[in-house]
């Protein structure tokens, strides 16, 4: 598989509490369609990870393009997902790029390909290590034996492990799921069973040794090679994987984390009256950690 420049950049939404300047400036970067999208949200916690998701893919393409970030526009094809729509003059590298949000942290992971090899592919996947549900660990894991493998139990259920690494075993193995599923675009709607993974096992997942690059996969018993994957441990409490199909990346760095003034360009727009109104409307939206 040929080596590509691959970006992984993550942003933590519990370290920015949005100004108006702010919050207006980020708005005016994106698409009117897209803010129709995020004012549906309820809570301000999903519109802030949504927003900054979409300022990652935006500053991600137009790193990668050279294209001024105004320039950059997105669509979403027939199962939702957003995708670059390129311009017919555009000659550079093809792209492909994934995120993922939950709790505080959002994620982007992006490769940049060559023209004469177009068929690549990432997904991204992140999960905050922690089970709330009402029921028991072991009454939860029950109900969701028919989504792993029996292999992927044994890993998940090891006599050593205690409760929390028990979390820990399931989410590193759903977020490969997920950032697998993810690059297919298919979603969670196939037999999860048979997509049978094997965690790198030679160091545990720890953020000072993150990325474990070892871990490997097969579907409906056949290995598949031509899938590559990292999986990384953010802030202790957050698992990530990122998925390669048809590509490794010339290096297995970690998430860089940005800051928000990074993510923010300048924008005439900003201050527009309908932009202004719009902020003041999101930024009455209730916390959920309130």
Same mark, same amino acid.
């Given at each position: 598989?040929?080596k590509?420049?691959?970006?992984?950049?993550?942003f933590?939404?519990?370290?920015?509490r949005?100004?108006?300047?702010?919050?207006?400036?980020?708005?005016?970067s994106?698409q009117p369609?897209?803010?129709?999208?995020?004012?549906?949200?309820?809570?301000?916690?999903?519109?802030?990870?949504?927003l900054?998701?979409?300022?990652?893919m935006?500053?991600?393409?137009?790193?990668?393009?050279?294209l001024?970030?105004p320039e950059? $526009?997105?669509?979403?094809?027939?199962?939702?997902?957003p995708?670059?729509?390129?311009?017919?003059?555009?000659d550079?590298?093809?792209?492909?790029?994934?995120?993922?949000?939950?709790?505080?942290?959002?994620?982007?992971?992006?490769?940049?390909?060559?023209?004469?090899?177009?068929?690549?592919?990432i997904?991204?996947?992140?999960?905050?290590?922690?089970?709330?549900?009402?029921?028991?660990?072991?009454?939860?894991?029950?109900?969701?034996?028919s989504?792993?493998?029996?292999?992927e139990?044994?890993?998940?259920?090891?006599?050593?492990?205690?409760?929390?690494e028990?979390?820990?075993?399931?989410?590193?193995?759903?977020?490969?799921?997920?950032?697998?599923?993810?690059?297919?675009?298919?979603?969670?709607?196939?037999?999860l069973?048979?997509?049978?993974?094997?965690?790198?096992?030679?160091?545990?997942?720890?953020?000072?040794?993150?990325?474990?690059?070892g871990?490997?996969?097969?579907?409906?018993?056949?290995?598949?090679?031509?899938?590559?994957?990292?999986?990384?441990?953010l802030?202790?409490?957050?698992?990530?994987?990122?998925a390669?199909?048809n590509?490794?990346?010339?290096?297995?760095?970690?998430?860089k984390?940005?800051?928000?003034?990074?993510?923010?360009? $300048?924008?005439?727009?900003?201050?527009l009256?309908?932009?202004?109104?719009?902020?003041?409307?999101?930024?009455?939206?209730?916390?959920?950690?309130?």
């Amino acid at each position: 598989m040929s080596k590509h420049i691959c970006t992984r950049w993550a942003f933590d939404l519990g370290s920015w509490r949005p100004t108006l300047p702010q919050l207006s400036q980020a708005v005016a970067s994106i698409q009117p369609e897209e803010r129709a999208r995020l004012m549906k949200f309820h809570f301000i916690d999903d519109f802030l990870s949504s927003l900054i998701g979409r300022l990652l893919m935006r500053k991600y393409v137009s790193t990668c393009s050279g294209l001024p970030p105004p320039e950059v $526009k997105f669509a979403r094809d027939v199962r939702g997902k957003p995708y670059w729509v390129k311009g017919e003059d555009y000659d550079g590298p093809p792209l492909s790029f994934n995120v993922s949000h939950q709790g505080s942290l959002v994620l982007l992971a992006g490769i940049a390909g060559e023209i004469s090899d177009p068929d690549f592919g990432i997904g991204a996947d992140v999960m905050k290590i922690e089970y709330s549900g009402g029921k028991s660990l072991s009454e939860f894991f029950r109900l969701m034996k028919s989504k792993f493998s029996t292999e992927e139990w044994s890993y998940i259920g090891r006599p050593h492990h205690d409760e929390r690494e028990q979390v820990k075993a399931f989410m590193r193995h759903w977020c490969l799921k997920e950032a697998y599923v993810k690059e297919l675009g298919v979603g969670i709607t196939v037999d999860l069973q048979k997509i049978s993974f094997s965690v790198d096992t030679t160091r545990s997942l720890e953020t000072e040794v993150s990325p474990l690059i070892g871990t490997s996969l097969r579907c409906h018993d056949q290995p598949m090679d031509n899938w590559h994957f990292e999986e990384h441990l953010l802030q202790e409490d957050y698992c990530a994987a990122i998925a390669f199909r048809n590509c490794v990346p010339q290096e297995h760095g970690k998430f860089k984390f940005l800051q928000v003034e990074e993510l923010l360009v $300048k924008n005439e727009d900003s201050e527009l009256e309908d932009v202004i109104s719009y902020c003041h409307k999101a930024l009455l939206k209730p916390y959920k950690r309130s």
